[in-house]
């Protein structure tokens, strides 16, 4: 099966800063990867997601890059906001047949006033 | 957008009781729904699938006599925690998935709001 790995596990940048969380997966089948943001006891909010037919996608701060080649998705999120502190984790899966998510480990960003 | 509502929200309940959690989704048909379980500080993890009508499917290490899974209808689909321990203490999240259109990228997520589970 599909095996999502996702770093860094914690990240803390300055207000106004730029955050890059990585996410590597396994299955060269898969096609759709969503990227959502965690608040504490809160369900996942989906934040901006890709396919894989597209390198890249932006949707004003945050944007997602996507290299099939190397399986591997980044999360870019610029002019970081106290806001933005939440858990953030990417998924994979095979869109196409209604698959379930895998997700990846997540990332506690922690952005300091 | 679609709305999967998930009740109860948080649920304390004594050790080998049983609870029950809903999931609704509430404009849309929900052809399949994901369970999931999340510790503290943790990643999302599949417990089980199920498609209206038929059994769940079990991820491996999920008693499915302990977690009881019922899709009955297109709307409501339940997950019952039997006979429970401090251990299956826990936030449980329920995801819909609907098709939304024919052809590639066809299917729709939505999640719940989840439930803390406190066994005591």
């Known amino acids: 099966g599909e095996n999502v790995e996702q770093h860094p596990s914690t990240l803390s940048v300055q207000e106004g800063d730029s955050a890059v969380i990585k996410c590597t997966y396994s299955d060269s089948a898969s096609n759709y990867f969503p990227w959502y943001k965690q608040e504490l006891g809160k369900r996942p909010q989906l934040i901006i997601d890709i396919r894989s037919n597209v390198g890249e996608k932006k949707d004003q701060r945050i944007a997602v890059t996507l290299n099939k080649t190397a399986k591997h998705f980044s999360l870019h999120i610029t002019e970081t906001q106290p806001e933005d502190s939440a858990v953030y984790f990417c998924a994979a899966t095979i869109h196409t047949t209604g698959n379930q998510f895998y997700f990846g480990t997540g990332t506690s960003l922690t952005v300091i006033p | 957008g679609a709305v999967v509502s998930q009740h109860p929200s948080r649920v304390i309940c004594k050790s080998g009781t049983s609870v029950k959690i809903e999931c609704r989704s509430l404009?849309?048909?929900?052809?399949?729904m994901f369970w999931y379980r999340q510790f503290p500080k943790k990643s999302l993890m599949l417990m089980a699938t199920?498609?209206?009508?038929?059994?769940?499917?079990?991820e491996q290490g999920v008693e499915k006599d302990k977690f009881l899974i019922n899709h009955a209808s297109l709307t409501l689909s339940t997950l019952t925690v039997t006979s429970a321990h401090p251990e299956d203490s826990s936030f449980y999240i329920c995801s819909a998935r609907s098709a939304i259109q024919s052809g590639a990228f066809a299917y729709g997520y939505t999640f719940g709001s989840g439930t803390r589970l406190t066994v005591v």
């Open positions: 199920s498609n209206e009508g038929s059994k769940a499917t079990y």
């Open positions: 404009d849309f048909q929900a052809t399949t």
